[in-house]
Nanobody, 124 residues
Framework: QMQLVESGGGSVQVGGSLRLSCAAS????????MGWFRQVPGQEREFVAA????????YYADSVKGRVTLSRDNAKNTVYLQMNSLKPEDTAVYYC?????????????????WGQGTQVTVSS
């Protein structure tokens, strides 16, 4: 089993920034692709960004491209999601996920482990 713990969420004003962290434990972090998804109550979970287990290739949803940067630190078993120029529509619960030998999928069903989520609220 792998445990994922997100942190860094909070409330910010439009245009502000947040850095989310996801700390992993229990499995070999290096061989997992990592993803971030978000969900608003009553809506499906939405892909935000992902990074492959090899080569650290990153992928972003069009809705966040240019405003969000995903990085991973294998020495710390942690992935980071730097979010800038935040908009009200970015308000959601953000979830971290891990996929064994993942290549950075945008499909939430392919992920094996999930964190509990962290709330991000952007107000105008």
């Amino acid at each position: 089993q792998m445990q994922l713990v997100e942190s860094g969420g909070g409330s910010v004003q439009v245009g502000g920034s947040l850095r989310l962290s996801c700390a992993a434990s229990g499995h070999n972090f290096k061989i997992h692709g990592m993803g971030w998804f978000r969900q608003v109550p009553g809506q499906e979970r939405e892909f935000v960004a992902a990074v492959s287990w090899i080569g650290s290739i990153t992928y972003y949803a069009d809705s966040v491209k240019g405003r969000v940067t995903l990085s991973r630190d294998n020495a710390k078993n942690t992935v980071y999601l730097q979010m800038n120029s935040l908009k009200p529509e970015d308000t959601a619960v953000y979830y971290c996920a891990a996929q064994h030998y993942g290549l950075g999928s945008s499909d939430s069903h392919k992920y094996d482990y999930w964190g509990q989520g962290t709330q991000v609220t952007v107000s105008s």
